[in-house]
């Protein structure tokens, strides 16, 4: 029932632009002409596909070059074939504002040109590499041509605002607290925000490139580095996309750790973040409330899991680490001394008016600006984008238990932090079930190599979002292109938008609100 | 505003005393400059935090001083906004490319003396990244580098007993 927009939409299709179906379940492959890339991307908008990721890959003289769309909980891959001699293609960040930073990633990595792009500045490319060479080509070397010491990258054209009284504020790359770098620039009239452009890509490390050529189990560990507080799902993504390549599935014991150590990132994240929150509104007893609850957390992730922040636990085929009867009794104390807990602070923080006063109207994101740029997770969540890829594409374990998706539709920070909330509440209720779900089996599934050219499609919930990653195979088991899209790629945009008409001092809630990786976004 | 006072009360104190590092715990840690702080810095060290490209990990654990049980400003010492203020960089992540002249402005504007501490496996040796055409691998590629502290990422003890060894108790 739920593919049916699918087959519809190819008919309509059929008059327009032929498609040719490669299906490789779970995950349809459609391929078309690239001429037709921009003219799909405007009747994928008219039926209302989400679009999800995009990523290219070369093999041999020529480039692939896919999009991936969502709807209903269907994904759908669209592929295109472009030659090696002057790779261009019809922009789709025309129609759709979310392909806007990954086409211009995807043009300064590969050198695939865009032709009609909105925004042709380059974006993850500075000054590391030198102009008309291109780091994700198979012909240039991991190790590059470095110099000695890399310039900064000074010559980017910011939009300029001219006017009595407008000034500039250039922040980062190195900010004035314990966070990761990246530039902003404001432009301001008084206290008020005109306008604010993201400039990131500063700890670009080359994750994609470093890939190529790794085992299975190599890949795994650096997945679990992309982002450090995504460990669990950028991990997961990853082992799902190379288990899908495998054809092998997972023992249910295996898939239910996976599913409890994802929740206990998720929970350990919010209540990192909620603190932070009402820390950059100066209400500190938030703060310390919520470390100390958040350091609890992270110590008995440490004593049952063995690491505090779960890297390294997913591995592929399954987990390195089980869960014993006498841990699920720890779990769940603690998750009862959890929730007695947080109803004491939660009802401390609902209650104080100063609180309300900075967090409700402001860094409002209108529904329909979350809806154009795809904005995910908590960020989505609180202006009304229900979607969840672990209730509505359901994958193990969560397609045994009742996934809760908490929902706001205020779209200020308010909101962000009461989703916040509320995911904590459903992820207690969704660890308990899945410790309910527990069977005695194996925890890894013996890993089979792939065949070659096999390629696979990870997709998870992370604690920021839906995560997707790719992977294809060479014929040796080893990686041969990795793409991992964190939510924060989609979600930094949206921070662009929701400061507007805000005041410059609450640009850090506003940041922290949303929180954006940057490690996530740079790759 | 009772109930945050009630909160506070019945939280109560959770801080924990740290053992300090015995001495061939601090020699494992590679602290030979101890003694030099001792006398330059009469046991307080301010810190500046510098991300040079890490994945974000060891930014969670150093937050992680700051909270209750460990405290770490009860020992004199704290995080402070610009380099301009602090004795000591605190280094993590490869340093990618992209930040390398930003971390070495950071080194030139921290007044000396001063001391460089790389955190985490990929600042100590380049860890899971290395060194490529976007990173240039361990923070001593690119800056002097005086204390290192492993891990990945270090726990907010191991942290701990690397700060401790910079400063007289």
New interface residues.
């Given amino acids: 029932m739920k593919a049916d927009w699918a087959t519809d939409f190819l008919n309509q299709l059929s008059a327009d632009i032929s498609v040719a179906q490669h299906n490789a379940p779970p995950n349809a492959v459609w391929q078309i002409e690239s001429r037709h890339w921009q003219r799909f991307a405007e009747l994928a908008c008219r039926q209302q596909l989400r679009w999800a990721a995009g990523w290219a890959e070369q093999l041999a003289g020529e480039f692939l070059v896919n999009t991936c769309f969502e709807k209903q909980g269907v994904y759908i891959v669209l592929r295109t074939i472009i030659g090696g001699a002057k790779p261009e293609l019809p922009s789709q960040a025309t129609v759709y504002p979310a392909a806007n930073r990954s086409e211009r990633h995807t043009q300064d990595m590969f050198g695939i040109r865009f032709s009609g792009h909105p925004d042709n500045r380059k974006w993850t490319r500075?000054?590391?590499?030198p102009r008309h060479s291109y780091?994700l080509r198979k012909d240039?070397?991991?190790?590059?041509?470095?110099q000695d010491?890399?310039?900064?990258?000074m010559d980017y054209p910011f939009i300029k605002a001219h006017g009595a009284g407008v000034y500039e504020i250039p922040v980062g790359?190195?900010h004035?607290?314990?966070?990761?770098?990246g530039h902003f620039r404001f432009q301001a009239v008084g206290e008020l925000i005109l306008n604010l452009e993201e400039r990131l890509?500063?700890?670009?490390?080359?994750?994609e490139?470093?890939a190529e050529g790794r085992t299975p189990e190599a890949l795994a560990?650096?997945a679990g580095?992309?982002?450090?507080?995504t460990?669990v799902g950028h991990c997961w993504a990853a082992c799902r996309a190379m288990e899908q390549a495998a054809e092998i599935s997972i023992p249910p014991r295996a898939a239910v750790i996976r599913g409890i150590l994802a929740e206990r990132e998720r929970i350990a994240n919010h209540l990192?973040d909620i603190g932070a929150i009402c820390n950059d509104v100066a209400f500190v007893?938030a703060q310390?409330?919520f470390?100390?609850l958040?350091?609890q957390w992270?110590r008995n992730n440490?004593n049952v899991f063995g690491h505090?922040?779960l890297?390294d636990r997913i591995i592929p085929g399954g987990v390195a680490c089980d869960v014993s009867e006498n841990d699920c009794i720890v779990i769940k104390q603690e998750i009862t001394r959890l929730r007695k807990e947080l109803s004491?602070?939660i009802?401390?923080l609902d209650?104080?008016s100063s609180l309300e006063d900075r967090l409700y109207t402001a860094g409002f994101l209108a529904p329909e600006i979350a809806a154009a740029f795809s904005a995910l997770g908590y960020v989505g969540r609180a202006s009304g984008q229900r979607f969840d890829v672990r209730k509505n594409a359901p994958y193990a374990p969560y397609d045994r238990v009742k996934v809760r998706v908490p929902l706001e539709t205020q779209g200020d920070i308010a909101s962000r932090f009461w989703v916040r909330d509320k995911e904590i509440n459903a992820s207690l209720h969704l660890i308990e079930d899945l410790i309910d779900q527990l069977a005695d089996g194996a925890l890894v599934t013996e890993w089979r190599a792939p065949k070659a050219d096999s390629e696979g499609l990870g997709i998870v919930e992370g604690w920021r979002g839906e995560i997707v990653s790719f992977i294809r195979f060479d014929g040796d088991n080893k990686i041969a292109r990795f793409y991992p899209r964190d939510p924060s790629m989609l979600n930094w945009p949206v921070l662009e938008k929701l400061v507007l008409n805000n005041i410059v001092p609450d640009f850090p809630v506003c940041n922290k609100s949303l929180n954006g990786?940057?490690?996530g976004n740079?790759l | 505003m009772l109930r945050l006072f009630r909160k506070i009360l019945k939280t109560g104190i959770v801080t924990e005393r740290v053992k300090r590092p015995g001495d061939d715990e601090l020699e494992r840690l590679g602290i030979e400059i101890k003694r030099h702080i001792d006398k330059r810095f009469s046991g307080s060290i301010a810190i500046r935090e510098v991300d040079a490209g890490s994945c974000n990990g060891c930014e969670l654990e150093i937050h992680a001083l700051n909270n209750p049980y460990y405290d770490i400003e009860r020992f004199g010492i704290h995080f402070v906004a610009s380099p301009r203020h602090a004795d000591v960089l605190l280094v993590t992540g490869p340093v990618s490319r992209h930040m390398q002249t930003a971390l070495l402005r950071t080194y030139t504007a921290t007044p000396d003396p001063k001391w460089v501490i790389a955190v985490g496996d990929c600042a100590v040796c380049g860890g899971e990244f290395g060194v490529s055409y976007a990173s240039c691998g361990a923070v001593a590629n690119v800056i002097p580098v005086d204390v290192t502290i492993p891990g990945c990422p270090p726990t907010p003890l191991a942290l701990i007993k690397g700060l401790l060894g910079l400063i007289k108790k």
């Fill in positions: 500075h000054q590391a590499w780091p240039f070397p991991v190790q590059g041509e470095p010491i890399t310039p900064p990258d790359p190195v004035a607290g314990i966070i990761e770098p890509g500063y700890v670009h490390k080359g994750i490139k470093i560990r650096l580095r992309i982002s450090g507080d460990t990192g007893f310390m409330q470390t100390r958040r350091e992270l440490a505090r922040l890297m004491e602070v009802t401390a209650l104080n990786s940057y490690s740079d």
